[in-house]
């Protein structure tokens, strides 16, 4: 313990997290003269990690352009511009291969670990570490950090006591160089970071799902449609839609809650979204390809509802969206209804009554501004040798892996300035 009191680090690592382990490992394989500690408040490091992607970890996303790369941040893609120029996703891939650890691509361009299993990754970033000679220490909680009139920091960490029948925690002067604080979207690091002069976005979830009661979709938990447009507010967005017991979720709804994380957090969650079923289709043509249906002789006598118009509706949808019309024929429908059935399947009305929580991935955005870091070596530009990395940072992306991205990147940078 006293080692770990005495020494003066010349870099300490708040959070063991994705962003902490890899700025660490870089800063230390950079300059292995340098002493880096990461302190973790939790008693086991990297656990966001171990339950990504719903076990397998979305580790980063098949995307290698950086302009089409930022397109995937509601917050941060104009900062991550230049940034991905210097460490990208084909970098991520690089870096875990040279280290043993290949990754696949998806269809949807999700890149996982061949193994898919999320330890792969955990056991990579710890195995890197301790070989670049990076000391680790769980059930530590960064509490204070002050800067030193003479330069570096005073900190105040809280060290649960690990010997055996002791069920409690001293708190601990520490010293230190430089720091890099990559405590993800934990609350109180940002009154820390307030403390320091920055100022913090206020945080609110990103990528939820939709609680939607309504009988169109009630009791279809489980049906999909491969390309929907949603509208909610200013934000549209389209892709696969997923029917759920408690309403809608899916990319389509997942990049609707990260694009509209404020909006909505403002509305209490409560709002109207515009379903269009056809993707892009547009009233007019669908009311052409209705009424096409309609003339076709042999559909005279066909129900409307278990004859789909739209090959892209599931039959058990088509029924719900159709039930207004009854058990009418195609041949016996009005043209009220008609129109009525076009408006349904291109811009349905649902209420959104609250948010769900997506299992597979979740971020928050908000987190110290942007314009207080220099994104080239992820320096305050407030404070002299203070450096940010990860969600701690007002950074997110949809879903996909581009969360991890930013952190493997704003963390690369990190590590590279700490270094030196
Ligand atoms: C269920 C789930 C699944 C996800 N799946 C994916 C995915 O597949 N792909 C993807 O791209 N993104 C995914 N994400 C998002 C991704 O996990 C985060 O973007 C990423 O973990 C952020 O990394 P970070 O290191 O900045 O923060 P974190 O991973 O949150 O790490 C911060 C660490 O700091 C520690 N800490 C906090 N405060 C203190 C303190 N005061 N002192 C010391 N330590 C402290 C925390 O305990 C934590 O270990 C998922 C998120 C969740 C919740």
Redesign the pocket.
């Known amino acids: 313990m006293s080692n770990f009191i005495t020494t003066k680090w010349d870099v300490i690592v708040?959070?063991?997290?994705?962003?902490?382990f890899f700025a660490a490992i870089r800063c230390a394989e950079l300059n292995p003269k340098l002493r880096v500690l990461i302190?973790?408040?939790?008693s086991q490091?990297l656990?966001?990690?171990l339950?990504?992607?719903g076990g397998r970890?979305?580790v980063t996303h098949a995307c290698f352009d950086p302009a089409q790369l930022i397109t995937f941040y509601p917050r941060g893609g104009v900062e991550l511009r230049g940034a991905f120029t210097r460490f990208q996703p084909a970098d991520t891939v690089k870096w875990f291969e040279s280290r043993g650890v290949r990754l696949k691509t998806e269809a949807d361009h999700r890149m996982f670990p061949v193994t898919d299993s999320s330890e792969t990754i955990a056991d990579c970033l710890r195995e890197a570490a301790k070989n670049a000679g990076v000391k680790v220490h769980v059930g530590?909680?960064?509490l204070k950090v002050e800067k030193n009139p003479k330069g570096g920091f005073k900190l105040e960490v809280r060290k649960a006591r690990v010997e055996p029948g002791r069920n409690d925690a001293e708190v601990l002067p520490l010293q230190t160089k430089k720091i890099i604080i990559?405590?993800?979207?934990?609350s109180?690091?940002r009154e820390i970071v307030q403390s320091l002069g920055h100022s913090i976005e206020e945080p609110v979830p990103s990528l939820f799902t939709f609680n939607i009661k309504d009988k169109r979709i009630d009791g279809l938990a489980g049906v999909s449609v491969e390309n929907v447009t949603l509208k909610m507010e200013s934000i549209t967005t389209n892709g696969p839609l997923l029917i759920t017991h408690w309403g809608m979720s899916g990319p389509a709804v997942l990049r609707c809650s990260a694009w509209g994380a404020r909006i909505l957090f403002d509305k209490k969650y409560r709002s109207r979204l515009t379903v269009n079923w056809l993707g892009d289709y547009k009233l007019d043509p669908t009311l052409e390809i209705l009424q096409r249906n309609k003339d076709w002789h042999e559909n005279a006598r066909k129900k409307v509802s278990t004859n789909p118009a739209f090959s892209q509706i599931p039959i058990r949808l088509w029924k719900q969206l159709t039930q207004f019309i009854g058990d009418k024929n195609w041949g016996d429908i009005s043209k009220v209804e008609m129109r009525k059935l076009a408006e349904e399947l291109t811009a349905g009305q649902y209420e959104i009554t609250g948010k769900g929580q997506f299992?597979?991935?979740?971020?928050t955005c908000g987190g110290v501004k942007l314009n207080e870091v220099d994104f080239k070596t992820m320096q305050s530009r407030i404070v002299d040798d203070l450096f940010f990395?990860?969600?701690?940072l007002d950074i997110d992306g949809i879903t996909g892996?581009?969360?991890?991205?930013s952190?493997w990147t704003t963390s690369w940078l990190a590590g590279n300035a700490l270094a030196s």
Do not use: H, R
Request: proline share 2%; net charge negative; charged share 20%.
């Open positions: 708040a959070g063991g997290g994705p962003a902490g302190i973790e408040k939790a490091t656990g966001k990690v339950i990504s992607g970890c979305n530590t909680t960064l990559a405590t993800g979207s934990d109180k690091t299992k597979d991935e979740f971020v990395a990860g969600e701690v892996g581009f969360n991890f991205q952190s």
